[in-house]
């Protein structure tokens, strides 16, 4: 999947603050630690560091959402960041993105922190974000 791609993506499915630009993709994905797994209108975005995977971006087209499509590509890219060395995977969602977090649940990550005014908000107010983990392999 092309940046474009993936931005066109982004673009479409967030909601709750700044989606990445194409150039943001492209940046990310010249670095050789950086894992995408991409199909189906979604896409996992992510690096994997010295046995630590982190997810940086996640989305799903609006329009193909609630269809497994997110799921599956998470679960491609788990193992994918296996195959590298993985032994974790973190990420950080924002405190009011629900559909995020109930997603994340349900794909077996837990909460592992808080941090306070994280993101900041289109209205100048800044939202927590949590830190989410899961350790690879789970069932
Ligand atoms: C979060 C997101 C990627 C989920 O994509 P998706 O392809 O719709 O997710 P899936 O269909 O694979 O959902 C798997 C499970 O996650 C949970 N889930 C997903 N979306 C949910 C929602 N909106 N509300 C509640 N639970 C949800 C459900 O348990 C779902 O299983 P089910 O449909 O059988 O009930 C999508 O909502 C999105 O693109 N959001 C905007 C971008 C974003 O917030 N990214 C995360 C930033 S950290």
Not at 59 to 84: H, I, K, S, Y
Not at 109 to 128: E, F, M
Request: aromatic share 8%; hydrophobic share 45%.
């Amino acid at each position: 999947m092309t940046p474009a791609a993936l931005a066109g993506i982004a673009t479409r499915a967030y909601c709750h603050m700044t989606p990445w630009r194409e150039a943001d993709f492209a940046a990310t994905l010249a670095q050789p630690t950086t894992l995408l797994s991409a199909g189906e209108g979604a896409f996992v975005l992510g690096r994997v560091v010295a046995g630590e995977a982190e997810i940086l971006a996640l989305a799903t087209d609006p329009e193909r959402q609630r269809r497994g499509a997110a799921r599956a590509v998470l679960a491609r890219f788990e193992a994918e960041a296996m195959a590298r060395g993985a032994e974790e995977v973190f990420l950080e969602v924002a405190a009011a993105n629900a559909p995020a977090r109930a997603f994340y649940e349900a794909c077996g990550y837990t909460r592992a922190g808080l941090r306070k005014a994280y993101y900041p908000c289109p209205d100048g107010s800044r939202d927590d974000a949590l830190l989410m983990r899961k350790a690879l392999p789970e069932n």
